[in-house]
């Protein structure tokens, strides 16, 4: 068992940036796969970013790419998603979750999720 809890949300400006972390409990942080999603209003869940147990892989959807960080510290059971460049379309709920399996974007994959942060970008 996992519980997930997302900070680090907030209002924005245009090119401004965010830094969220979602800290873990249990001591089988490092066995899983963390990925973060977001959902925007009227809009469907949809993949950002994932790391490998180990840290030294990471994902990253198209529309983020460039823009988006993700960085996990095992000693600290916490994954971050550092955003910068960040235009308003990036305004949504963003949640972590935690797989036990492999590599994925798919949200169904996913075992354990937090209660989301609202990130908005203002224009």
């Known amino acids: 068992q996992v519980q997930l809890v997302e900070s680090g949300g907030g209002l924005v400006q245009a090119g401004g940036s965010l830094r969220l972390s979602c800290a873990a409990s249990?001591?089988?942080?490092?066995?899983?796969?963390m990925g973060w999603f977001r959902q925007a209003p009227g809009k469907e869940r949809e993949f950002v970013a994932a790391?490998?147990?180990?840290?030294?892989?990471?994902y990253y959807a198209d529309s983020v790419k460039g823009r988006f960080t993700i960085s996990r510290d095992n000693a600290n059971n916490t994954v971050y998603l550092q955003m910068n460049s960040l235009k308003p379309e990036d305004t949504a709920v963003y949640y972590c979750?935690?797989?036990?399996?492999?590599?994925?974007?798919?949200?169904?994959?996913?075992?354990?999720w937090g209660q989301g942060t609202q990130g908005t970008v203002s224009a």
């Open positions: 979750a935690a797989s036990g399996g492999g590599p994925t974007h798919r949200d169904y994959a996913y075992d354990y």
């Open positions: 249990g001591r089988t942080f490092s066995s899983y796969f």
């Open positions: 790391i490998s147990q180990s840290g030294r892989r990471t």
